[in-house]
């Protein structure tokens, strides 16, 4: 049914859903943001499900978004980027607003929107060799689609610790910061998931949705103006000078122009 990710659920109504775009590093295509988008409805619709498991295959979790697709969007009319940069954001809300919990399940490298999509779980968990990190100011981006999520999560102080250097961090730090709730040797992230997941099963599910819709409702704002917000400042750095030689440099495995490390 879906193309670039994979979506099984387990007798107790325990929904796995994979990034499976190994080869690429799960990284997040146009194919990826539409299959997403859709199975977070299915998921939201099926009386069946209980709880939903976010993972990836393969040696990544989620390198971020597609760099070929963000290429794209800058030689598209205005019309079609702000398109593109609704489809992204619109996925992440609606993994956010899925009416069951979400538990995201970390391996390898989690890195601009595999952040995002962290921040969007109730509870992450990664693996003890996990690398984190908000890269899009190095390719001249910004991480905005993505931006309430994460901020959201850390709160604005945490966040601005890590928002705008594209440092890389490792989990420890993650957890300090407030990304994930803990972090485990990779043997063990199948065996952690799993006690959290038990608890739902003896939870009733339309108090669980009502819950959580009320943890939302109480915490940071995130509406439509906000996501159109987020839409704008994407779209906009999209037509940058910076973007284009960002992105440039990243195919012609350079550095840009303005990187001065030694």
């Given at each position: 049914?879906?193309?670039?990710?994979?979506?099984?659920?387990?007798?107790?109504?325990?929904?796995?859903?994979?990034?499976?775009?190994?080869?690429?590093?799960?990284?997040?295509?146009?194919?990826?943001?539409?299959?997403?988008?859709?199975?977070?409805?299915?998921?939201?619709?099926?009386?069946?499900?209980?709880?939903?498991?976010?993972?990836?295959?393969?040696?990544?979790?989620?390198?971020?978004?597609?760099?070929?697709?963000?290429?794209?969007?800058?030689?598209?009319?205005?019309?079609?980027?702000?398109v593109e940069a609704r489809k992204l954001a619109e996925m992440?809300?609606?993994?956010?607003?899925?009416?069951?919990?979400?538990?995201?399940?970390?391996?390898?490298?989690?890195?601009?929107?595999?952040?995002?999509?962290?921040?969007?779980?109730?509870?992450?968990?990664?693996?003890?060799?996990?690398?984190?990190?908000?890269?899009?100011?190095?390719?001249?981006?910004?991480?905005?689609?993505?931006?309430?999520?994460?901020?959201?999560?850390?709160?604005?102080?945490?966040?601005?610790?890590?928002?705008?250097?594209?440092?890389?961090?490792?989990?420890?730090e993650a957890v300090g910061l407030g990304l994930l709730a803990?972090?485990?040797?990779?043997?063990?992230?199948?065996?952690?998931?799993?006690?959290?997941?038990?608890?739902?099963?003896?939870?009733?599910?339309?108090?669980?949705?009502?819950?959580?819709?009320?943890?939302?409702?109480?915490?940071?704002?995130?509406?439509?103006?906000?996501?159109?917000?987020?839409?704008?400042?994407?779209?906009?750095?999209?037509?940058?000078?910076?973007?284009?030689?960002?992105?440039?440099?990243?195919?012609?495995?350079?550095?840009?122009?303005?990187?001065?490390?030694?």
């Open positions: 049914m879906f193309e670039t990710i994979d979506v099984s659920t387990d007798a107790r109504g325990v929904a796995t859903l994979t990034l499976n775009r190994p080869e690429k590093h799960n990284a997040m295509s146009a194919q990826m943001l539409a299959d997403l988008s859709a199975a977070a409805g299915q998921l939201a619709a099926d009386n069946a499900v209980r709880v939903v498991v976010l993972t990836g295959a393969g040696k990544t979790f989620c390198a971020g978004g597609d760099l070929g697709w963000m290429q794209d969007q800058m030689a598209a009319d205005p019309e079609t980027r702000f992440l809300q609606a993994l956010n607003t899925l009416p069951k919990p979400v538990i995201g399940a970390l391996q390898g490298n989690a890195f601009g929107g595999g952040v995002g999509l962290a921040s969007v779980c109730d509870i992450a968990i990664g693996v003890d060799s996990l690398k984190m990190g908000l890269t899009e100011t190095r390719l001249g981006l910004i991480p905005a689609t993505i931006g309430p999520y994460v901020i959201a999560r850390m709160g604005e102080a945490r966040a601005r610790r890590v928002f705008m250097s594209a440092r890389l961090f490792d989990v420890a803990k972090s485990v040797p990779a043997d063990q992230l199948a065996e952690a998931v799993e006690a959290e997941v038990a608890p739902y099963l003896a939870c009733a599910p339309g108090a669980v949705a009502s819950a959580k819709q009320l943890a939302r409702d109480l915490g940071p704002r995130i509406d439509e103006d906000v996501i159109d917000r987020t839409i704008q400042a994407l779209v906009d750095r999209w037509k940058t000078d910076e973007a284009r030689e960002g992105i440039a440099a990243f195919f012609g495995k350079r550095k840009p122009s303005w990187n001065s490390q030694v």
